[in-house]
């Protein structure tokens, strides 16, 4: 079983930055693919970015695009989500998630542990 952790959410303006972190119990980190998803208020849970095994491919929604990075680092068993540019369209609770087997990385239900989410609210 794998637990995560996320944390860094917050409220930021309209233009800000923030950096979520999503740090994982298990040693094995490294095994499992990554990924980040958002779910805004009455809407589904929708796929953000994901990053391979070892970091070295990612994949991105294109509403961020050019704006969100995702990294790891598998020596602190840790995936990062650098957030620039935010819009109030990004208010969301966001998620990590660990996968084991991964196939198509921007369907949810590819993914096996999820964290308890953190809020991000962007407003002026």
């Known amino acids: 079983q794998v637990q995560l952790v996320e944390s860094g959410g917050g409220l930021v303006q309209p233009g800000g930055s923030l950096r979520l972190s999503c740090a994982a119990s298990?040693?094995?980190?490294?095994?499992?693919?990554m990924g980040w998803f958002r779910q805004a208020p009455g809407k589904e849970r929708e796929f953000v970015a994901a990053?391979?095994?070892?970091?070295?491919?990612?994949n991105y929604a294109d509403s961020v695009k050019g704006r969100f990075t995702i990294s790891r680092d598998n020596a602190k068993n840790t995936v990062y989500l650098q957030m620039n540019s935010l819009k109030p369209e990004d208010t969301a609770v966001y998620y990590c998630?660990?996968?084991?087997?991964?196939?198509?990385?921007?369907?949810?239900?590819?993914?096996?542990?999820w964290g308890q989410g953190t809020q991000v609210t962007v407003s002026s």
């Open positions: 298990r040693r094995t980190f490294s095994s499992w693919s």
């Open positions: 998630a660990a996968a084991w087997s991964l196939r198509d990385e921007i369907k949810s239900g590819e993914y096996d542990y």
């Open positions: 990053i391979s095994r070892s970091g070295g491919s990612t």
